[in-house]
């Protein structure tokens, strides 16, 4: 009934063809819900384009504050469904007889909001704006090529997720070495990276891994800081091997 999709994966950066999975999916008559968390901090998403009826993501991974994020919902689907959550602001009238919500949005929006939050989130939009994801996309795209040549320099080095289409996200690991031991040194050494499954163990064991090292770069990432990864990386391998 519904089909649901990473618009990037997380746990290897890969763009997915979520157009095409959308037509595919409406031929056949399913909803198409859109994880788009790790895609808005790098691309754009046209939801009209995409004609997906759904579309989330939280506002911490493009530079908002927790606690915030959006869905996306087609009309007609957000008119069908019921309510999820009973406070102020949805009700329209009660009786004793019966209920009727409020219009949209209000149905979905129980409560006192975190309106304070709305707008740090509206602000960090108008932020990503204002650089341009052109540029974004361009710089990153950069620091993308950049980092998987130079960690592709790492004796024993795999890197997982090697299609064209890509997001600036590098997962990796090291012959021999568990991912958690490599990010546990570089982290001391002053390098954030995340290790482990990332929620996604149906593809770690596609790859028979129990973990990546995944290292995913911003636009206010610079080359220099990938070097000082390299160099991180590559101390830690000769202290565990
Ligand atoms: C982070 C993330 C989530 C969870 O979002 P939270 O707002 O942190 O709970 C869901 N899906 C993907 C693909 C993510 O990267």
Known sequence: KVVTVNHIS?????INPIKYIIDKAHAVGSAVLIDGAQAVP????????????FYAFS???????????ILYGKEEWLNKLPPYQG???MIKEVTFEKTTYADLPHKFEAGTPNIAGGIVLGTAIDYLNNIGFENIQEYEHELLEYATKRLSEIEGLR???TG??????VSFNIDGIHPYDIGSIIDKLGIAVRTG???AQPIMNFFCIPGTIRASFSFYNTKEEIDLMVDAVKK????LS
Request: glycine residues 18%; contains cysteine.
């Open 10 to 14: 997380n746990a290897l950066g890969i």
């Open 42 to 53: 790098h691309l754009k998403p046209d939801v009209q384009e995409l004609d997906c009826d």
């Open 59 to 69: 506002g911490h991974k493009m530079c908002g504050p927790t606690g915030t994020g």
């Open 87 to 89: 406070g102020g602001e």
């Open 159 to 161: 890197i997982y997720g």
């Open 164 to 169: 064209k289409n890509k997001a600036s996200v």
């Open 197 to 199: 499954h990332h929620c």
């Open 236 to 239: 830690a391998q000769t202290m």
